[in-house]
């Protein structure tokens, strides 16, 4: 299947720059994550017959021009089963159809299958591109550095099961929602999970150690300087304890974690 990506400038913090809008087949094709209107974009959508348009995920840098192209296309508009309003407030239109995990979408050269990828955010998915094809995995991961998910918006128990699903895909390359393809798809998600394994364990030890609120776990978790993303990395910690806490390996009430038992 024809996979054409176009990189388009968006007002983004972690990554910031850029979101990956992406075309899927030609005549018919899907519009995946239309973040802005873009000359190239412009004239990427004008070469096909784009029937469908869906996002990853409906956070502001993967939607911005979600109703534009649907209005100059007539293309038909998913949204997430159970997340319509979600969809309605962040792109101002209704969703003509619903998708849900496994819901195909057929194309001339071949259909393009809806994957459950939360975490990152709640109504989250992915996207392969034909069988056994790439993944479109929005901000699932991304080739270099780490993705942002912070509590309440993410889910770390549920990102954390979206990156082992795909790992045991094994898809030959993953199609990121920021920065380049991912050609090393089993590497980078083990990386990932290295990565998420790594800042749990500190998390867990900055508590045993006698850390108690946010702010005293986020200095002993992290050694880098914040400066500028302290907000986010104080609600990935957050994300992080609410997952040890359902784990049973914590006790967290949204404010102060003791270990388990005191």
């Not at 001339?108 to 299958?113: L, M, N, P, S, Y």
């Not at 993410?154 to 954390?160: E, I, L, P, W």
């Not at 990386?191 to 702010?215: C, F, I, K, M, Y």
């Not at 997952?243 to 390996?249: D, Q």
Request: aromatic share 4%; charged share 30%.
């Amino acid at each position: 299947m024809d996979v054409t990506r176009c990189s388009v400038p968006v007002a983004t913090r972690a990554p910031a720059g850029e979101t990956n809008a992406y075309l899927l087949g030609r005549d018919p094709a899907v519009l995946v994550d239309p973040a802005a209107r873009t000359d190239e974009l412009d004239r990427l959508v004008g070469e096909r017959a784009v029937a469908h348009v869906v996002v990853t995920h409906t956070h502001p840098d993967h939607v911005g021009a979600v109703d534009a192209y649907a209005a100059e296309t007539d293309a038909t508009v998913w949204a997430r089963y159970g997340r319509t309003e979600r969809f309605r407030e962040a792109t101002g239109r209704e969703p003509d159809r619903t998708f849900a995990h496994g819901t195909t979408i057929p194309l001339e050269d071949g259909r393009v299958r809806v994957l459950d990828a939360t975490g990152h955010a709640p109504d989250h998915v992915a996207l392969e591109a034909g069988r056994g094809g790439p993944i479109l995995c929005g901000d699932c991961a991304v080739r270099e550095g780490s993705v942002v998910v912070g509590a309440p918006e993410g889910d770390m128990r549920a990102y954390v099961t979206t990156l082992r699903r795909l790992w045991a895909m094994d898809p030959p390359t993953l199609s990121p929602g920021h920065g380049p393809e991912i050609d090393a798809p089993r590497e980078t998600l083990e990386r990932l999970l290295d990565h998420r394994s790594q800042r749990e364990r500190r998390v867990l030890e900055a508590v045993e150690n006698g850390a108690r609120t946010l702010e005293e776990i986020l200095d002993e978790a992290y050694e880098k300087d914040l400066s500028g993303v302290r907000d986010l990395a104080k609600a990935t910690v957050r994300a992080h304890l609410e997952k040890l806490a359902v784990e049973g390996r914590l006790e967290w009430n949204g404010e102060r974690a003791t270990p388990v038992g005191q």
